[in-house]
């Protein structure tokens, strides 16, 4: 089983998300533990939105991030 703990913060218009990735393999058999670390500046439309939308379109641009930088792991 896969499980993620996502924590998302805005500190002086600054986002600082940690993402906690757990991965269990069963009774008895100690869980692999990776994390990632971002921090961005808050975008225009993330000032001016509501703070659910702002949370929204930082975690985008996180997973967005992310996905991209799989994929050109994967092309090295």
């Given amino acids: 089983m896969v499980s993620m703990t996502l924590h998302i913060r805005q500190v002086l218009g600054e986002w600082q998300l940690t993402a906690t990735l757990w991965e269990h393999y069963g009774e ?3 869980p692999d533990m990776s994390r990632a670390v971002w921090q961005s500046p808050l ?8 703070p659910l939308t702002a949370v929204l379109g930082a975690v985008a641009r996180w997973s967005g991030m992310t996905i ?3 994929s050109r792991s994967r092309l090295d």
């Fill in 68 to 70: 991209e930088d799989a």
């Fill in 43 to 50: 975008t225009g439309p993330e000032w001016d939105s509501d």
């Fill in 28 to 30: 008895g058999i100690e």
